[in-house]
């Protein structure tokens, strides 16, 4: 805080850097794609600091923050530099439970207000008089008391900053015993002036977590485990309703979505219910590929790309609606002029390349063509043919998957696109891949020859037998050889421009 001035806060709130803020004075804001080093940094703070705002949450991403902390100084606004791994939802709870004044006196575990895991870790504390750390089956930190003089150890300290638990075999070993124990264990700590108790957090027989309390050892409380039973139980409330108000919230958002996209019937009346009202209307198409190329896309990891889009999609393009469907995320953007044509894909940009940094694998998005809202189910298709291609060409390596290029439209991607869609339509009709190519390609099966990759390369090449052989890696005497023979064998007269469009396409269509 600048000067060690200090300042009430009153709570927090979502800022979007394209919007005026609303006047909330000791607001802290959570400045979710915040640019560190924008042209209106410095007109941004002086806005947020005239608004009342007393301090900024930001992420740095890597990128220098110290124009950030210049202009933060000259305001006098105090800054929270939050891990880039953190998800916003969270940084929001953890802000709203430090800012919720501490209640001790008369705090049961029934006032709770249902899905709040920090404010029913501040009340067990406060019950237990110690510190208490709320973790899922993957010791992932739900939430954390925030009382003060707690005591603290390096487990807790790591533990809070990373919000997940140092990985080590001992800590392996402790979780399996608290998972599989019906009571609260001791855990051995390395301080011995300090206690450390834990008990699982059960729904029937299954294990959604497990509660921790720290305390000073010469200050145990003797109904502590009968404590940890009763927070137990509730917390597992409190983790199945905050899971169902998830999921609730989410089926909700897709089913509304589901018709403006799918059920052009249904598109008008889904558009107002989601109020929708631009007169034209662009869907863009989001996934994301596996981390690798054994790793398997579950519902969980098409559940996180959804999150993280909506997220950010929330401040970048409040405008936007997002929905999931068959793995692709959509985002619905109303389309305007040019200008916010190109305002949205810089957007969409900045939302891909985020996502695939905290999901650590490539995320491409596909902008389908602009469509009234009766017709858009033509924008959706389009986005997704868009996309197809791109998933294919990143994995091929023809796009960087860190490249601006991962998000396209069909202009952007030239004509492979419009090409794949010409061949589709004749593959489907039966008229290719064509017997030439196939009268090809068995003898080169029989036969044990190259025919087939040395036409395909002699035409990829514009008739160049030198260019095919370097393509080939073969000597160009193989190369001429091999095509002076395609007329005999095949019937093919590759001097006729007809001859060679014809085979050049059913060729590409076998390999593509």
């Given at each position: 805080?600048p000067?060690?001035?200090?300042?009430?806060?009153?709570g927090?709130?979502l800022?979007?850097?394209?919007?005026?803020?609303?006047n909330?004075?000791?607001?802290?804001?959570?400045?979710?794609?915040?640019?560190?080093?924008?042209?209106?940094?410095?007109?941004?703070i002086q806005?947020?600091?005239?608004?009342?705002?007393?301090?900024?949450?930001?992420?740095?991403?890597g990128?220098?923050?110290?124009?950030?902390?210049?202009?933060?100084r000259?305001?006098g606004?105090?800054?929270?530099r939050?891990?880039?791994t953190?998800?916003?939802?969270?940084?929001?709870?953890?802000?709203?439970?430090a800012?919720v004044?501490h209640?001790?006196s008369?705090?049961?575990?029934?006032?709770?207000r249902?899905?709040?895991?920090?404010?029913?870790?501040?009340?067990?504390?406060?019950?237990?008089?110690?510190?208490?750390?709320?973790?899922?089956?993957?010791?992932?930190?739900?939430?954390?008391?925030?009382?003060?003089?707690?005591?603290?150890?390096?487990?807790?300290?790591?533990?809070?900053?990373?919000?997940h638990?140092?990985?080590?075999?001992?800590?392996?070993?402790d979780?399996?015993r608290v998972?599989?124990?019906?009571?609260?264990?001791?855990?051995?700590?390395?301080?011995?002036?300090?206690?450390?108790?834990?008990?699982?957090?059960?729904?029937?027989?299954?294990?959604?977590?497990?509660?921790?309390?720290?305390?000073?050892?010469e200050h145990?409380h003797?109904?502590?485990?009968?404590?940890?039973?009763?927070?137990?139980n509730?917390?597992a409330?409190?983790?199945?309703?905050?899971?169902t108000?998830?999921?609730s919230?989410l089926?909700?958002?897709?089913?509304?979505?589901?018709?403006?996209?799918?059920?052009?019937q249904?598109?008008?009346?889904a558009?107002?219910r989601?109020?929708?009202?631009?007169?034209?209307?662009r869907?863009a198409?989001?996934?994301?590929g596996?981390?690798d190329?054994?790793?398997?896309?579950?519902?969980?990891?098409?559940?996180?790309?959804?999150?993280?889009?909506?997220t950010?999609?929330?401040?970048r393009?409040?405008?936007?609606?997002?929905?999931?469907?068959?793995g692709?995320?959509?985002?619905?953007?109303?389309?305007?002029e040019?200008?916010?044509r190109q305002?949205?894909?810089?957007?969409?940009l900045?939302?891909?390349?985020?996502?695939?940094?905290?999901?650590g694998?490539?995320?491409?998005?596909?902008?389908?063509?602009?469509?009234?809202?009766?017709?858009?189910?033509?924008?959706?298709v389009?986005?997704?043919?868009?996309?197809?291609?791109?998933?294919?060409?990143?994995?091929e390596?023809?796009?960087?998957d860190?490249?601006?290029?991962?998000?396209?439209?069909?202009?952007s991607?030239g004509?492979?696109l419009?090409l794949?869609?010409?061949?589709?339509?004749?593959?489907?009709?039966?008229?290719?891949?064509?017997?030439?190519?196939?009268r090809?390609?068995?003898?080169?099966?029989?036969h044990?020859?190259?025919?087939?990759?040395?036409?395909?390369?002699?035409?990829?090449?514009?008739?160049?037998?030198?260019?095919?052989?370097?393509?080939?890696?073969?000597?160009v005497?193989?190369?001429?050889?091999?095509?002076?023979?395609?007329?005999?064998?095949?019937?093919?007269d590759?001097?006729?421009?007809?001859?060679?469009?014809?085979?050049?396409?059913?060729?590409?269509?076998?390999?593509?």
């Amino acid at each position: 805080m600048p000067a060690d001035s200090r300042q009430p806060v009153s709570g927090s709130v979502l800022y979007d850097s394209t919007a005026v803020p609303a006047n909330f004075p000791g607001a802290v804001a959570l400045a979710i794609g915040l640019s560190l080093t924008g042209k209106r940094l410095r007109a941004k703070i002086q806005e947020l600091h005239h608004a009342g705002y007393v301090a900024i949450v930001y992420k740095s991403n890597g990128k220098p923050d110290a124009v950030l902390r210049a202009v933060a100084r000259e305001a006098g606004m105090a800054l929270f530099r939050a891990s880039d791994t953190v998800p916003w939802n969270q940084l929001a709870e953890i802000m709203d439970a430090a800012v919720v004044p501490h209640r001790r006196s008369g705090r049961t575990l029934v006032d709770i207000r249902p899905g709040d895991l920090f404010d029913l870790a501040n009340t067990v504390a406060a019950q237990a008089g110690g510190a208490i750390a709320i973790a899922d089956p993957d010791q992932t930190i739900l939430a954390y008391s925030t009382l003060p003089d707690q005591p603290i150890d390096e487990t807790r300290r790591s533990s809070i900053l990373n919000l997940h638990v140092p990985h080590s075999a001992q800590t392996d070993k402790d979780y399996r015993r608290v998972h599989a124990a019906a009571e609260a264990l001791e855990v051995a700590t390395e301080d011995p002036m300090l206690r450390r108790t834990a008990i699982a957090i059960r729904a029937g027989a299954e294990v959604l977590g497990s509660l921790w309390l720290l305390e000073r050892a010469e200050h145990h409380h003797e109904d502590a485990a009968r404590i940890l039973g009763e927070a137990a139980n509730v917390a597992a409330l409190h983790i199945l309703h905050k899971r169902t108000s998830y999921v609730s919230n989410l089926t909700r958002q897709m089913d509304m979505v589901q018709p403006l996209l799918f059920e052009p019937q249904c598109a008008e009346l889904a558009a107002i219910r989601l109020g929708i009202s631009a007169a034209s209307i662009r869907v863009a198409a989001v996934s994301g590929g596996p981390a690798d190329a054994g790793a398997a896309e579950t519902l969980q990891s098409r559940l996180k790309l959804f999150d993280t889009v909506r997220t950010a999609c929330a401040v970048r393009l409040p405008s936007a609606v997002c929905g999931l469907a068959d793995g692709i995320v959509y985002i619905v953007l109303p389309q305007g002029e040019e200008s916010a044509r190109q305002f949205q894909r810089g957007a969409v940009l900045k939302i891909v390349r985020n996502a695939r940094r905290l999901l650590g694998r490539p995320v491409v998005a596909a902008l389908g063509i602009a469509a009234p809202i009766g017709r858009l189910e033509q924008s959706r298709v389009n986005a997704e043919l868009v996309l197809s291609e791109l998933v294919r060409n990143v994995a091929e390596g023809r796009i960087p998957d860190d490249s601006d290029e991962v998000v396209a439209d069909d202009e952007s991607l030239g004509p492979r696109l419009q090409l794949r869609q010409i061949a589709s339509s004749l593959t489907a009709s039966g008229q290719l891949p064509g017997t030439q190519a196939a009268r090809i390609a068995a003898y080169d099966a029989q036969h044990k020859k190259s025919f087939e990759s040395t036409v395909a390369a002699y035409l990829d090449c514009g008739g160049n037998a030198i260019e095919a052989a370097r393509m080939l890696a073969v000597h160009v005497n193989t190369v001429r050889y091999r095509l002076s023979r395609v007329q005999t064998l095949f019937g093919l007269d590759l001097d006729d421009p007809e001859t060679r469009l014809l085979l050049w396409l059913q060729l590409w269509a076998r390999n593509n």
